[in-house]
């Protein structure tokens, strides 16, 4: 049984480990060898919209949003991350995860949720397409990875309920 709860200090350890996880595949971030600590992390990310996916109260997963520019204009727009631990991808907790964090995501007002996905993360981008997001562009040769240059998606989903009129 997986449920999904607020990220708390608490569980950063795993949500570090799981991010470091994510780093080493070499699809989900530019960074490669280092996720942040607690304080840099919460200070980035706004303080709704931080989720856990628990398995027996285990952590095996988490998703959070950062907000893309503190200009007025943009209260309204988020950056989405998702991550699932190695032993539970595939199991649909990333679903879980996004429907969860677009749900929060509107119960604060944001009217739009983006993500910037590699094109070679299927996965990911498989994910986002299935909550509502649609690739509006490539942002091509972006930067660079291990010495390599990498092309990333620009996806994002407008929200139905908030900002429609």
């Keep these: 049984m997986i449920t999904v709860a607020p990220l708390r200090p608490e569980h950063w350890d795993h949500v570090r480990r799981i991010h470091l ?6 699809e989900a ?7 942040p600590d607690w304080e840099t992390w919460s200070n980035e990310h ?16 988490w998703a959070a949003l950062t907000p893309v520019s503190d200009r007025c204009v943009y209260a309204g727009v988020a950056e989405v991350s ?9 199991q649909g907790i990333g679903s879980l995860l996004m429907e969860a964090l677009v749900d929060e995501s509107e119960k604060h007002g944001l009217w739009t949720l983006q993500a910037g996905i590699f094109d070679g993360n299927v996965a990911s981008v498989s994910l986002h397409e299935k909550h509502g997001f649609r690739v509006v562009g490539v942002r091509r040769r972006l930067g660079k990875l291990e010495k390599v240059w990498r092309d990333v998606l620009l996806l994002e989903r407008r929200s139905q309920i908030v900002g429609i009129d």
């Design 46 to 61: 706004l303080e709704f919209g931080r989720l856990v996916a628990l398995s027996n109260d285990r952590v095996v997963g």
């Design 29 to 35: 971030t530019f960074e490669t060898d280092t996720a």
């Design 82 to 90: 998702v991550y699932v631990g190695a032993e539970a991808r595939g």
């Design 21 to 26: 996880e994510g780093i080493a595949t070499g």
